[in-house]
Each structure stands twice: as C-alpha cells, then as structure tokens.
T-cell receptor
C-alpha cells in the first residue's frame, strides 16, 4: 500500500531556511500536500503540487518534487518563530471518486530565536 | 467562516463510559473523516463517509462507531471507552461538487477533541 515517510524533528535558527523532506511510494499520478499543525489546532493546508510538476513557489514556501526518487521537500525561506509547528506531508492518487489520503507521521519544526 | 466544528474540545471519561463526538461542516462537503492522532504515530483514519447515510471503516475502526444521518454532521461514538482510546480526535471534510479544489481532495480539519480515558 501507499506509504509516506518523514523525519521527526528539525531545528533551525530564526532567519535561516528550513527544508522538510518527505518520501512516498505511490507510483501513480498523484497530488502531494503539505499541511501545517500549530499547537492545539487542526491541520491546515499550506500548499499542494501535482506529480507532473517539478516545483511550486508561494511567497516564502517552495515545494520541490523529484518524481524519479519520489522525494518531496518543503523549503521555508526566512523562517520565523511563527513557523514553529508540525508539518505533515500527504499524498492521494489522481482518480475519480473517493480516494484515500495518506499522511506522513509529521515533522516537528523548532525555530530558535 | 465556521468550516469544520468539533464538539466538545476536551473530555475526560472513566473506563467503560460512553460518549459521542460531534463534527459539523458548513461547506457542503460530500466526504467526512474521523482521525486519531497519537504521539509518534501521526494521523490514523478511524472511519470515513462518502455521503449522507454511508460510512466505511478506516485503519483503526475497532471500538468506535459512526453515523452520518445528515450531510453536514458526522458523529463518532465510543460505546465503552478504554484507556487505549486516550487521544486527540480530528474530524475533516473534503470534496464539494463543482468546486475547483474538489479534484485535489483537499481536506479541511476541525480543531480537535482531546479525550482522556482514565
């Protein structure tokens, strides 16, 4: 079945760039997501990319996709203390009707002032 | 802009007690989900629904029941709570016919219910 893997923890200094990595196993066309979970809150979609794209940029966020290696990364430029949160990678196959979304375990980003 | 609302936010139960968690969404979404989140285990799907009157089992359905009598509501029941059900429970919804994000299956989450079973 599908699997999404992430490292558990990342610590960066305020102002530096953060790179959170994810690998997935689904070989079909797929959507890949990054969700952010702040303490005590639910998950909120940050951005997504379709598997026929290599890169997507949205303000301080850059998503890179290496489809050959099934590797997805989220780069946060000029990381701020407000970026401290858990970041979840997720994927779902492109297909009609209901499709399961598979979430990674989440990477906890700690931003040091 | 309510989105997905979960009630209650916190609850403490004794072993063997029952309770129902309520999820309500106002986005006319077809699909709804219940997840539990435990340290080191990420999100695990308990049950889900692809439409009013339908439910299906997820990865960890044992000990839980669900109902979707109305499109906007998805209820999660614990008939006889056990300490292993201590967790944070999240409801989510997705897919509204005709909306641009529908094909992407973007899920919208509630704020969660923290449940402790003693």
């Amino acid at each position: 079945g599908e699997d999404v893997e992430q490292s558990l923890f990342l610590s960066v200094r305020e102002g530096d760039s953060s790179v959170i990595n994810c690998t997935y196993t689904d070989s079909s066309s797929t959507y890949l997501y990054w969700y952010k979970q702040e303490p005590g809150a639910g998950l909120q979609l940050l951005t997504y990319i379709f598997s026929n794209m290599d890169m997507k940029q949205d303000q301080r966020l850059t998503v890179l996709l290496n489809k050959k290696d099934k590797h997805l990364s989220l780069r946060i430029a000029d990381t701020q203390t407000g970026d401290s949160a858990i970041y979840f990678c997720a994927e779902t196959p492109l297909s009609g009707g209901y499709q399961k979304v598979t979430f990674g375990i989440g990477t906890k980003l700690q931003v040091i002032p | 802009n309510a989105g997905v609302t979960q009630t209650p936010k916190f609850r403490v139960l004794k072993t063997g007690q029952s309770m129902t968690l309520l999820c309500a969404q106002d986005m006319n979404h077809e699909y709804m989900y219940w997840y539990r989140q435990d340290p080191g285990m990420g999100l695990r799907l308990i049950h889900y629904s692809v439409g009013e009157g339908t439910t299906a089992k997820g990865e960890v359905p044992d000990g839980y029941n669900v109902s979707r009598l109305k499109k906007q509501n998805f209820l999660l029941g614990l008939e006889s709570a056990a300490p292993s059900q201590t967790s944070v429970y999240f409801c989510a919804s997705s897919y509204s016919r005709g909306r641009p994000d529908s094909a992407k299956n973007i899920q919208y989450f509630g704020a969660g219910t923290r449940l402790s079973v003693l």
